[in-house]
C-alpha cells in the first residue's frame, strides 16, 4: 500500500486527500501544486517489486506492502526532484540513446536512466542518474 496520510510540521497525521481539500492547521505548511505533486509521486502502481525497492531491507519492504503508512511532504521533496530531473534528462535524449526503460522479468521490475552513447558518440555507456541533498 502506498502513503496515505501526510505527517503536518505539529507532527499531527492526516489523510492526504483531506489535506489536499483543506489544511487543518489553517496555513498550508506548502504550496497546494507542491503537496498534490508529492502525493501523485507515492502511488507508483507498480504489480512486482522495484530493484530499487529491494535495496531496502525485507521488513520494510513488506510492511509498505500491506501496511497503510504517513510521509512527511517536506522529506519528499528530493525525491520529487530527482524526478524531474529524469523527466528533464528523458525529454533531451536522442540519437543513440535509450532513456527510463522499463524491463521485467517474472520477479521483479526496474527502469534504467540511460544507455547508449550519453558520453560521446562512441560509446556505449550506462548511466545511473543521482540527486544528492547537502548535509
Known amino acids: 500500500m502506498p502513503a496515505k496520510r501526510f505527517i ?3 507532527g499531527d497525521e492526516i489523510n492526504m486527500y483531506e489535506c489536499l481539500l483543506r489544511c487543518p492547521q489553517g496555513t498550508r505548511c506548502m504550496f497546494l501544486p ?5 502525493a501523485t509521486s507515492l502511488e507508483r502502481n507498480l504489480t512486482k517489486p522495484s530493484v530499487t525497492e529491494l535495496l531496502s531491507g525485507t521488513r520494510e519492504l513488506y510492511l509498505k506492502k500491506i501496511t497503510e503508512y504517513a510521509v512527511d511532504p517536506q522529506k519528499q521533496l528530493y525525491a520529487l526532484h530527482g524526478s524531474a530531473v529524469h523527466t528533464i534528462t528523458e525529454r533531451h535524449t536522442s540519437g543513440n ?3 527510463e526503460e522499463r524491463l521485467k522479468n517474472t520477479t521483479t521490475t526496474g527502469q534504467f536512466d540511460l544507455y547508449g552513447q550519453v558520453l560521446s558518440n562512441t560509446d556505449t555507456t550506462l548511466g545511473d542518474l543521482k540527486n544528492n541533498k547537502l548535509l
Open 8 to 10: 503536518c510540521p505539529n
Open 34 to 38: 507542491t503537496l498534490r505533486a508529492v
Open 97 to 99: 540513446m535509450l532513456s
